[in-house]
T-cell receptor
């Protein structure tokens, strides 16, 4: 059973388009992180959200944590080829992340020029 | 560059063998986490150490073990290797038992 479900699994769009990636669970998380991973490299932390309903913006990326802290979304505006990569959401079940992170299987994003 | 280092980058070994993967956390980080990434299972949490003590266990097999040394570097030992152990192994670190985990570049293990 996958605790964190990400959708879509694959997404290929044209440069300049907008997109949203979803991360859903039936469990409540104390915090949720989004990572981006390039092939053969380690995941790179993009953002951490901790409060239900929280919205964080990172340039063209907008991250939202659901009110019940069970889901999250990542919205990219005017996607660029440099946004191509594997986007992973990861939740901490225990306080302070003491139990390690639970990862979704990721969204493979391709931005075509 | 996250500041987390892992060696070796690649490792090829045969079934039944034992290997050791090494991780040095970011300067000042006390917590080290180990993860396994495979195509079918995604990223799976294996084990966490905090300031030398085991803190939490995830989906770690009994054939696998880890430790964190006084200088805070950590080693993951994999023994009686099977073909299914082929995967990317990542180490991550955080300041305390915090949720902001920074990942190393990984070790790609291939068991033949």
């Amino acid at each position: 059973t996958q605790l964190l479900e990400q959708s879509p699994q694959f997404l290929s769009i044209q440069e300049g388009e907008n997109l949203t990636v979803y991360c859903n669970s039936s469990s409540v998380f104390s915090s949720l992180q989004w990572y981006r991973q390039e092939p053969g490299e380690g995941p790179v932390l993009l953002v951490t959200v901790v409060t239900g309903g929280e919205v964080k913006k990172l340039k063209r990326l907008t991250f939202q944590f659901g009110d019940a802290r069970k889901d999250s979304s990542l919205h990219i505006t005017a996607a660029q080829p440099g946004d191509t990569g594997l986007y992973l959401c990861a939740g901490a079940l225990g306080g302070g992340g003491a139990d390690g992170l639970t990862f979704g299987k990721g969204t493979h994003l391709i931005i075509q020029p | 560059d996250s500041g987390v280092t892992q060696t070796p980058k690649h490792l090829i070994t045969a079934t039944g063998q034992r290997v050791t993967l090494r991780c040095s956390p970011r300067s000042g980080d006390l917590s080290v986490y180990w993860y396994q990434q495979s195509l079918d299972q995604g990223l799976q949490f294996l084990i966490q150490y905090y300031n030398g003590e085991e803190r939490a266990k995830g989906n770690i097999l009994e054939r696998f073990s880890a430790q964190q040394f006084p200088d805070l570097h950590s080693e993951l030992n994999l023994s009686s290797l099977e073909l299914g152990d082929s995967a990317l192994y990542f180490c991550a670190s955080s300041v305390e038992q915090g949720f902001k985990q920074y990942f190393g570049p990984g070790t790609r293990l291939t068991v033949t």
